[in-house]
DNA sequence: GCGATCAGCGGCACG
DNA sequence: CGTGCCGTTGATCGC
């Protein structure tokens, strides 16, 4: 068991020396901003980072269940509430729109309260990203279709972005967009909004390429019906590049008429 | 300085008896699943949950750096590498897709570790979800538009699910789609693709109005060019039921002909 | 279980 | 800054 007034030291010090605070007890958190939430007393862990990153964890699920993002102003004090003390460790940001997001989180008691230096100049290097699969694409158009040579990549129109640009043997413009995973019906969307944009605003025939590994049965009804294609792409993520490994039309101009 | 045996000891405890680790100290960390990578050495904090979940944190931003969800197994284990020892935190899962996904943990130093018994059976609360002001509109749809009923909330097509389904006073069907925060590009599209299934399956003029707090230009000009709707909605997030502040039509009828 | 969508999404990159 | 969109998205709900 650790003392409140301990426990906001650890806050304190954490908050002056660019320390990790680390907290666990049983608690009960209320938040307030974007939307607003309560919580009752239960055992949790809360994580300060020296951002201001703030995390309250519960003992089983991936997410915070309360939480504040970098920027946030922490502060400690202990209270009394109904005659008997707590600690109160509260975070405050602004947000973007100018209103105030506030998360405090009452400790009705500790089990634990300490601050770690974390030393970390390290960058994670992510492999198979969305962005490096259509690089590799880009570096050889002809794995989707013969004759299919890059315009652009990553060009922005005004309905969003579009992953590759390219024209085909026969100049008609090809929108191309990569998913890294099953595409749905919101993939299919995104790339019937790019080809209807740019079949208005070019005045030439315009035709949409959907690239993923898999593609759900609706998603492959919707692209049907909109004169759309679909490739499926498979590849490995792998060390220093994912590879492209195997490649299959499932669909070839569909459009074609 | 805690030893590796002493935290090995810590996780495989924590692991049988149901409690949450945490261990703080110098890592390296390989992540290989759904994607790979590779995070050189730093001072991080590693929760290990009762449920498997398993997070990597830096000492900056929200998000954990490397991380694997419920389900996970996890192992400790004190190895030699280049004849020094380290402890090595494993997290093994199964993905949906049959492949397997690992992520290992490096640890060279160890400044802390322990586990700690979370109990928790709170359930947190929150006001002002889509969902719940949803509801709210559903209750008096008048507010957006005399004469406007309702026919069905949460109503599944094939391509998707409509948020609120109603009639308005010319019998005509009306697709609402709700947005709790700034809706962009993506909230257009869904909503037209909403409309469009509409009306094709039924045969009956349909209206589509995107409710929401504010909207991005963009988004305005092309629901404006697909003959949709905005009304903007304003909410109070607060307990105990977030509450409907003002309402303003912004644009009415754009699509009447 | 898959499919679709929401999330206080977070984070990033580009205008 | 906002806007758009990816993410090892995660989490939820409905089928």
Redesign the pocket.
């Known amino acids: 068991m650790i003392s409140f007034s301990e426990a906001k030291q650890v806050v304190d010090h954490a908050l002056s020396a660019g320390k990790t605070a680390l907290l666990v007890g049983n608690c009960a958190?209320k938040?307030e901003?974007?939307?607003?939430?309560k919580l009752s007393e239960g055992d949790r862990l809360l994580v300060v980072k020296s951002d201001g990153?703030?995390l309250?964890h519960q003992s089983?699920?991936?997410?915070?269940?309360?939480?504040?993002?970098?920027g946030?102003v922490v502060s400690a004090a202990v209270e009394q509430r109904d005659g008997a003390e707590e600690l109160v460790v509260t975070?405050r940001?602004k947000l973007?729109?100018g209103a105030l997001?506030r998360?405090e989180v009452h400790f009705h008691s500790l089990q634990f309260a300490q601050a770690f230096l974390l030393k970390d100049d390290a960058e994670?290097k992510?492999f198979?990203?969305?962005?490096?699969?259509s690089d590799l694409l880009m570096d050889d158009l002809n794995l989707i279709e013969p004759g299919l040579r890059p315009l652009q990549k990553?060009s922005?129109?005004?309905?969003?972005?579009?992953?590759i640009l390219a024209e085909d043997f026969r100049k008609r413009l090809v929108v191309i967009?990569?998913?890294?995973?099953?595409a749905?019906?919101?993939?299919v969307?995104?790339l019937a909004?790019?080809v209807d944009e740019l079949s208005k605003r070019k005045d030439r025939q315009t035709r949409g390429i959907l690239v993923a590994p898999?593609v759900?049965?609706?998603?492959l009804k919707?692209l049907e019906r909109g004169g759309l294609e679909f490739f499926k792409l498979d590849y490995e993520v792998s060390n220093p590049s994912a590879k492209i490994k195997g490649l299959e039309k499932k669909q070839r101009e569909l459009s074609e008429f």
């Open positions: 958190v938040y901003g974007r939307a607003a939430s990153t703030f309250v089983k699920k991936m997410a915070a269940i309360n939480y504040q993002g970098p946030a975070a940001r973007p729109t997001e998360i994670l992510v198979g990203s969305e962005r490096q699969l990553e922005d129109v005004r309905k969003g972005t579009i992953d967009e990569v998913k890294r995973r099953t749905g019906l919101d993939a969307t995104q909004r790019y898999e759900t049965p609706n998603a919707m």
